[in-house]
């Protein structure tokens, strides 16, 4: 909610007296009306965030649980329009790949969002590739800077260690999507900066591009070869 706090103008002697309300109270006659459509509350974004993760987290349980039956393949496509939606992979691209992104062209930054996308989608499918009675868990909602929310999560393993896997999410277009994800305390974006940026900073972005071509391709073979998650 906006507060106005500026004093309303003192009428003087000599000067015509406005017949319109001050702005403010303008402002409250409209909503009263119904003229004027109040912003969310925090409570519907936190449950437009959560249902974000949920989705996710409904997606990864789904190809865990069916893992075998579904395959690689199987999994790549049920996980595919998940990254898709609920990812906001360019603003992810434009923040890894840090300033260098400015200097690639419309075509070269469609394309490494595709690419990162493929990536993204061949590590869920690889790493997920098994169920042992895991289940997910949203602890808490809260609100981060930059008018994004952090929901923090947790994975639980029966006879292992809880993963604690924190996202934050930012607006897009009227949506929440996931932006980081940090896993027992280390952010994925940072990691993925650091190691790109080197990269680019040594060798280029082709060679960076064909990198991650070569992960895929590696993650791809990896899995069809494997019932287990990669670990």
């Known amino acids: 909610m906006i507060f106005f706090t500026s004093p309303l103008k003192q009428h003087l002697p000599g000067q015509p007296i406005s017949m319109l309300p001050s702005l ?3 402002l409250v006659l409209l909503c009263l009306s119904g003229q ?11 449950e437009a965030a959560n249902l974000t993760v949920t989705t996710l987290h409904n997606a990864l349980l789904e190809i865990m649980q069916q893992a075998d039956v579904l395959g690689y393949d199987g999994r790549v496509k049920i996980m595919q329009p998940v990254i898709a939606t609920h990812f906001n992979s360019r603003r992810i691209a434009e923040v890894v790949l840090g300033r260098h992104w400015a200097g690639l062209d419309e075509a070269q930054q469609e394309g490494f969002v595709r690419l990162f996308q493929q ?14 009675g895991e ?28 993963v604690t896997l924190d996202y934050l999410l930012q607006p897009t277009h009227g949506q929440w999507q996931i932006i980081n994800v940090t896993a027992n305390g280390v952010s994925d974006l940072s990691l993925k900066r650091a190691e790109y940026t080197s990269v680019l ?17 590696a993650l791809e073979e990896n899995a069809r070869t494997m019932t287990k998650p990669v670990e």
């Open 135 to 162: 289940s997910f868990h949203i602890n808490t909602t809260e609100r981060a800077k930059r008018g994004r929310l952090r929901v923090k999560t947790e994975l639980r393993r029966p006879g292992k260690p809880s």
């Open 119 to 132: 990536l993204s989608t061949a590590t869920y499918a690889s790493r997920f590739a098994g169920y042992d």
């Open 36 to 46: 004027v459509q109040s912003l969310p509350d925090s409570e519907a974004d936190n």
């Open 24 to 26: 403010p109270l303008l």
């Open 201 to 217: 900073k040594e060798n280029g972005y082709n060679v960076l591009r064909d990198k991650l071509a070569a992960k895929v391709h």
